[in-house]
């Protein structure tokens, strides 16, 4: 098994595996395949480790494949696959052609396999011509589908032309209907009384980022301004958007829906909603969120900043709603024309 593994993946992919797993243990399997009917069909129940050697990038029911071992594992087992990611795919096409040809050939490339996988008409025609081979991945929505069929990331490590992830089984799949995948997107937010209500935003993230709250947070904690520092999730197109506000756009849908009201305090996820003191969660959550937050009319600088101008507000919300909307709407727009203050 070491010689061939070797032979397959390289001398310093076979050390990290073996770093983590016994690959001669009869509770390890390894294999190479793009399908889960090739992990479902072992007549073992369950291991302790599963192998794939075969890149995720030619698997065409991804999610399928991962809820497959997920239930092959025993629990806190250990799933090592590797991807192809798209950043590394560039680097490749870019190193491959000569100069001038290389980014057409990229451009190429990255609409038949990155875009059309995504757009309603043309995905059908990808997979019946590619049968899902040789797909572009970030590595934001790699992870995003690994966390979402109940693994956590162990270590993850770039070697030669690719990124090799070791996960722990933690829980059961999401088995998630309605991922967002597409270019509007909803998300799922509390509001008044801690009610979840869907907040409507333009993409600017990789799909699955939403799964990937928590371990960013571990890895990147948080920049001034209260956002996660250096989040690979965002993409190039996802930046401008956010400096353009075009992102913030759909959220008119929520405003016509009276989920949120034009000021107000941000509408958070679970884990970031986690970051703050249990009191002033539900304190928080007795009030509707908003469009406008406060935080652009205070312009605060990190987390304990941020708690204390949304504190402030809705202590004066409480004793003159009106006046204190109409004073932090006028606030914030002046920071966001005139000063530029912006979302990263």
Known sequence: MKDILIRETGESAFE????????????????????????????????????????????????????????KLDDNGLFICNVETYILRKKRILNKYPKGINWGMYTFDFFVKRVSPKVWGLKK??????????????????????????????????????LWVVVKKVKEPSFDSDPTYGPLISLKRHGKDGKLIKVYKARTMHAYSEYLQEYVYQNNSLQEGGKFKNDFRITTLGRIFRKLWLDELPMILNLLKRDLKIVGVRPLSKQYMGLYPEEFQEYRKKYKPGLVPPFYADLPKDLDEIIASERNYLESYEKNPIRTDWKYFWKAFNNIVFKKARSN
């Open 125 to 162: 025609v990808y997979f019946f011509t590619t049968a899902g081979r040789n797909r572009v991945l970030s590595k934001a929505e790699t992870l995003g589908r690994i966390y979402s069929c109940g693994f956590e990331v162990v270590k993850e490590l770039y070697i030669k032309d690719r």
């Open 16 to 71: 990290f595996i073996s770093e983590y797993v016994s690959i001669d243990s009869k509770d390890t399997l390894v294999v190479s395949t793009s399908t889960a009917f090739n992990i479902d069909k072992q007549h073992q129940s369950s291991f302790k480790s599963i192998i794939n050697i075969n890149q995720i990038n030619n698997i065409r029911r991804i999610n399928k494949f991962f809820e497959s071992v997920n239930a």
